[in-house]
């Protein structure tokens, strides 16, 4: 129980697959227009990730290691096509809101990442709660973007429409405010003046609507990135290890492990001479087996 | 003798024409564009003008000063972004929209990537966009106390009848600065006497748009060939395009911006073709009546692109091997 629980710990904070591992950014991205589409794309995400864990972690003796990722991706699209058609029936409006972004949680990179790197090494039970624990960390990520998104973007929480969180209610306080400080009864012009310039102001207060849009989703994640960036620079600051924290770019190239990278300006030793490695490996492999096929 | 003796690295000609002032000068060109405008749509304009303006200044140096870097202001560049947003701004906008767009301007778009000299699109322009796309009511809206109803652009794109003289003059709606020709023009005539801006991209901008509008707009040779139109060609209509919308401003003024169109000569005229088409095709084929600043966006950001196509090839290089 201790180890489910601290896999529930590590996949909502210390490994949120969103704010830390910076996986899954498609969906990110593209569903989180609305807390309620971010809860949504979330949930089916967990449940997904959840159950595929737990059968990738139960058939992990008996998958063979070469076809591993095209048996991870057969189990995750009969997940998906479960859940898809559930969510067809019992929620049809959250389904055609989220759209295609249901059936492309096949290749979440979540999903497959946790398979590969945690469901594939570890028994069952433990990979359920990091299914489970990584999945509420994505929803977690995604209902909070989608609440900023829906905010700002088109004054609402959770649906709840615009008057009641600050389409109104706030401009008018602020109206009858300056009401008070401006006489609007006054005879002087400047007064009156004054008066109309600050109700029109705050009456003409209105959501950023660029918010909801696709480019508002690159400035939350641009924002998201930096925020990263800060506390990846305060925690090196202060000593702490700091490198689960993956970021846009540290600028590190000696040490970046992506070697596909086209602003690379190093080319770290140790990579290149371990792949070379690998292909001599490869070679001699080969060549032995076609050495066994000659003796044949 | 020891003069002769002295060694320092280049550049050895140095041009006495420094950042700021070429930065004023594009104020003060368009000064006749802003207190046009100003006469016109009276002291809230001349508000909303003074509130970019400020605001970007203000916002560059609070930048400069959490980055703990000299500040820039001085260069004069928050100013003009400041004023061309002030000029891009429909007279009657609630300030905070104002302030918002130039705040977004200054940090978003220009110093996030670098500053003056590095920023990828017109910052004036970026913000306009994201206004327009974030704040649509205000932004479209034109209706003042001198003008009500849609501006010529909308007029034209209905079909409906337009004073070309009073929009050569200036005297019609639309956003603070780009109503009047006359005043644009002779701010852009200062600035190309004093040798800041060539009519290389205004130019080339300007005639490809003709040539467009000639062919695809209405009463253009395009409709005209399939039947929806009696004429081929309509002068009114063509001038109205002309004077109508940012087109001159954009042309002149934002365009031109240093930073963020092409260097080579070359690469000037492909980029002058590019906005010609892109704004026709907004103006003629998109659905709303104004597609210069969508057009210089989109035109800056293949800049890059363009630049690497007409890299001029250095001496010695690029000749046939024998």
């Not at chain 1, 008996?62 to 898809?84: C, F, H, M, Q």
């Not at chain 1, 930096?226 to 490198?243: P, Y």
């Not at chain 2, 003069?3 to 140095?14: A, F, K, L, T």
């Not at chain 2, 006469?39 to 916002?59: E, K, M, N, R, S």
Request: net charge positive; with cysteine.
């Amino acid at each position: 129980m201790k180890s489910a629980f601290e896999r529930l710990y590590n996949g909502i904070i210390k490994e949120n697959p969103t704010f830390v591992l910076m996986l899954g950014m498609c969906p990110t991205l593209a569903v989180t227009t609305s807390a309620f589409n971010g809860l949504g794309m979330g949930l089916s995400t967990m449940v997904v990730l959840a159950l595929s864990n737990l059968l990738i972690s139960a058939l992990r003796k008996v998958i063979p290691d070469k076809v591993r990722i095209p048996a991870y991706i057969v189990i995750v699209a009969s997940l998906v096509t479960v859940v898809g058609l559930l969510m067809e029936a019992y929620l049809p409006g959250m389904y055609a809101s989220l759209g295609i972004y249901i059936d492309l949680i096949v290749v979440n990179c979540i999903i497959l990442g946790r398979a590969e790197s945690f469901a594939s090494k570890n028994k069952m039970w433990p990979s359920l709660f990091d299914g489970i624990g990584m999945g509420l960390g994505f929803t977690l990520a995604l209902t909070l973007i989608g609440m900023v998104r829906e905010f700002f973007g088109s004054a609402s929480i959770f649906g709840l429409t615009g008057p009641k969180v600050y389409g109104t209610t706030v401009p008018i306080l602020l109206v009858e405010l300056v009401n008070k400080v401006f006489n609007p009864a006054s005879s002087s012009g400047v007064v009156r003046g004054l008066n109309e310039f600050f109700a029109g102001e705050f009456g003409s207060f209105s959501p950023i609507g660029i918010l909801v849009m696709a480019p508002g989703a690159f400035f939350v994640l641009a924002i998201l990135t930096a925020i990263q960036n800060a506390i990846k620079a305060a925690g090196e600051a202060k000593g702490k290890d700091m490198s689960k924290i993956q970021s846009g770019c540290s600028s590190d190239c000696l040490h970046c492990a992506e070697s596909g990278c086209a602003k690379r300006l190093v080319e770290p030793e140790k990579v290149t001479k371990k792949a070379d490695d690998e292909t001599t490996k490869v070679v001699e492999s080969k060549e032995t087996e076609n050495n066994g096929k000659g003796e044949e | 003798m020891k003069d002769m003796m002295q060694v320092s690295s280049n550049p050895h000609v140095r041009s006495r024409v420094t950042t700021s002032m070429i930065m004023y000068s594009v104020v003060f060109a368009l000064l006749p564009a802003t207190i046009f405008g100003i006469f016109q749509f009276g002291w809230y304009a001349a508000l909303i003008v003074a509130v970019t303006t400020g605001t970007a200044v203000l916002t560059e140096h609070l930048f400069c000063l959490i980055q703990k870097k000299p500040s820039t202001v001085k260069d004069g560049s928050a100013i003009v972004t400041g004023l061309l947003l002030g000029l891009n701004l429909p007279p009657h906008i609630p300030v905070w929209i104002a302030i918002f767009g130039s705040v977004f301007a200054i940090v978003v778009v220009k110093l996030l990537f670098g500053g003056l000299g590095q920023n990828f699109m017109n910052p004036a322009l970026g913000a306009r966009c994201f206004l327009v796309i974030s704040f649509a009511k205000y932004m479209t809206n034109f209706d003042c106390d001198a003008f009500t109803g849609p501006t010529p652009l909308a007029l034209i794109k209905d079909g409906q009848p337009v004073n070309v003289f009073n929009m050569v003059l200036g005297r019609t709606g639309g956003t603070i600065g780009e109503t009047s020709v006359i005043a644009i023009v002779l701010g852009a005539c200062f600035l190309i006497w004093l040798g800041v801006i060539d009519l290389r991209i205004p130019g080339t901008y300007i005639l490809t748009f003709a040539i467009f509008v000639v062919i695809f707009g209405n009463n253009g040779l395009v409709p005209y060939l399939t039947g929806s139109s009696s004429s081929f060609f309509n002068l009114t209509y063509l001038c109205s395009q002309l004077a109508g919308g940012g087109l001159m401003l954009g042309a002149f003024f934002m365009a031109t911006d240093y930073t963020t169109r092409p260097i080579t000569r070359k690469g000037q005229y492909i980029y002058g073709i590019l906005l010609g088409i892109l704004t026709g095709l907004f103006r003629v084929y998109g659905p709303s009546a104004e597609g210069v600043s969508y057009a210089i966006i989109l035109g800056n950001l293949v800049v890059p692109l363009i630049e690497k196509f007409t890299m001029p090839k250095a001496f010695g290089k690029g000749g046939e091997r024998r």
